[in-house]
C-alpha cells in the first residue's frame, strides 16, 4: 500500500511560482500514476493534471493553459507539481492521489491513495 505526502505549500503573491512535493512510501512508487488535485474553499475537489510513471505521459486540465506542470524523481520516490503566474484564484488546499493502474485520468474516483493536502494561498 502506497502512504502519500504533499508538501511545499505556502503563501506566493500573485505571478509568482511555487513546486509541490509528493513522496510516496511503503510501496515501489514507479508503477503508478500520479495525479493531483485542489479544492478551494466552498467548492468541490477538481483534477489539475497526471502523470504516468509507466511510460511518462502527462494530462493536464486545459483551464490551467499549461502554467502547471509535473515531474518525478523516481529515486527519491516524488513526484512534483510546479505551478507558474498564480492567480488569487489558485488559492487551495492541494491534495496528490496515485492509482496502480495506467490510466490517465482527472477523475478522483479512478485514485484510491490520497495525501493529506497542503494549502496553497496566492495574495494580490
Known amino acids: 500500500e502506497v502512504q502519500l505526502q504533499a508538501s511545499g505549500g505556502g503563501l506566493v503573491q500573485a505571478g509568482g511560482s511555487l513546486r509541490l512535493s509528493c513522496t510516496a512510501s511503503?510501496?515501489?512508487?514507479?508503477?503508478?500514476?500520479v495525479g493531483w488535485f485542489r479544492q478551494a474553499p466552498g467548492k468541490e475537489r477538481v483534477g489539475l493534471g497526471c502523470?504516468?510513471?509507466?511510460?511518462?505521459?502527462?494530462y493536464f486540465a486545459p483551464s490551467l493553459k499549461g502554467r502547471f506542470t509535473v515531474s518525478a524523481d523516481n529515486d527519491r520516490n516524488t513526484v512534483f507539481l510546479q505551478m507558474n503566474s498564480l492567480t488569487p484564484e489558485d488559492t487551495a488546499v492541494y491534495y496528490c492521489?496515485?492509482?496502480?493502474?495506467?490510466?490517465?485520468?482527472?477523475?478522483?474516483?479512478?485514485?484510491?491513495?490520497w495525501g493529506q493536502g497542503t494549502q496553497v494561498t496566492v495574495s494580490s
Open positions: 492521489a496515485a492509482v496502480g493502474l495506467p490510466v490517465i485520468s482527472l477523475k478522483e474516483r479512478t485514485y484510491n491513495y
Open positions: 502523470l504516468s510513471l509507466y511510460d511518462g505521459s502527462t
Open positions: 511503503g510501496s515501489t512508487f514507479d508503477q503508478h500514476v
